[in-house]
């Protein structure tokens, strides 16, 4: 094939067989591959390398570098996004079966909730997202969820004039595994917002702050040990910096550089940009702790000692849950905690300090 028709790919596999393996695993491949091919051109040229590696023969939805994507994709535009390093997970890692073979019968028990006052047009517009339900964040920290794409069928449905509107509402909001735990992120390859039909659905329902008996127990028996940074100087130090849902690839490059000049090194960690719990406190507050704990030792995790938060409201938000997050995660969170006003400031007097001994 022509050299500017060539993509040279390395792909990080996803293997697993529930009928021979105890856990999953990963094999890497080098492939060279024509521009034009689909991503499921590159799934049949894995396959004929190590027949091992399985997929569906239709409905393919996969992860790709964490994303949901069709398998009908054309691999030149996952690459212009992702770029040509990809690793490829089922889109549901917990419900895969063999490879990327998936138990899918959680799709359609969510729709059973609608199904009552759903019309065919309703189920053949839920079937148009598959993709959507197993892009869901909370199935990372609650497999019982019931999916974010019964709730934008649900916010489609009364939308369009359901006499049903109650008992729809009623439907999705389950305690423990309904609307309580959205808290919706784009995780689509071909980014479509769902946002504000979830948020609209919230306000219908108009959830009330609730404080568990354990938390309240809690209030006055968990440590109050201080997270927040209260040194004046950056030096050897590891950092991180989360941007939560502030995605401003600018942003993320002159703090690193910041990081740097400072004298620490930068950690990266993979949920530097998601959601950890921020929206979920009134609905669902367990949950909350357990998002906000996992991100936390992701970062802890990844080498970090320190944590710049992008936003104060969000550094004021991890300081009052942080002694909530480790009874929730199970471990003591070492992690200085500081805003990235206040880390600007202690770099700019540093900086300046270091002038001034120069000039004398």
């Not at 050897?236 to 941007?243: D, G, L, Q």
Request: aromatic share 10%; glycine share 4%.
């Amino acid at each position: 094939m022509p050299f500017e028709n060539i993509l040279n790919l390395k792909i990080k596999a996803f293997f697993f067989n529930a009928k021979t393996d105890y856990l999953p695993y990963y094999k890497h491949f080098v492939l060279t591959v024509n521009k034009d091919l689909k991503l499921i051109n590159v799934l049949e040229i894995i396959k004929t390398q190590n027949l091992d590696f399985s997929f569906p023969n239709k409905n393919i939805i996969l992860k790709v570098n964490g994303l949901i994507v069709t398998a009908d994709e054309p691999i030149v535009t996952i690459i212009e996004q992702l770029g040509t390093e990809l690793q490829i997970d089922p889109a549901s890692t917990y419900r895969s079966n063999n490879g990327l073979i998936l138990n899918d019968d959680d799709f359609m028990q969510s729709f059973e909730l609608l199904a009552p006052f759903a019309s065919e047009a309703d189920l053949e517009y839920y079937h148009t997202l598959y993709p959507l339900h197993y892009a869901s964040e909370t199935f990372n920290y609650n497999h019982e969820y019931i999916g974010d794409a019964i709730l934008v069928l649900a916010a489609r449905m009364i939308h369009n004039g359901s006499e049903h509107k109650e008992a729809i509402l009623s439907a999705i909001n389950d305690e423990f595994n309904g609307i309580a735990c959205c808290e919706y992120e784009n995780n689509l390859f071909n980014y479509k917002d769902y946002g504000q039909q979830i948020n609209e659905l919230k306000k219908m329902i108009g959830f009330t702050q609730k404080t568990s008996f354990i938390d309240r127990i809690s209030n006055l028996t968990l440590s109050k040990k201080s997270h927040t940074f209260t040194g004046d100087s950056f030096k050897n130090e590891s950092i991180a910096f989360y941007v939560g849902d502030n995605h401003s690839q600018a942003l993320i490059q002159s703090t690193n550089l910041a990081i740097i000049e400072s004298g620490a090194k930068v950690v990266s960690f993979s949920k530097s940009s998601k959601l950890a719990g921020q929206t979920l406190l009134k609905t669902h507050s367990q949950l909350t702790y357990l998002k906000a704990g996992t991100m936390l030792l992701d970062a802890l995790d990844s080498g970090a000692d320190i944590l710049v938060f992008a936003k104060n409201s969000d550094l004021t938000f991890f300081q009052n849950i942080i002694a909530k997050c480790e009874r929730e995660v199970g471990r003591n969170i070492e992690l200085s905690l500081i805003s990235l006003e206040n880390f600007q400031k202690i770099n700019t007097q540093q900086h300046q300090y270091a002038l001034d001994n120069n000039d004398s």
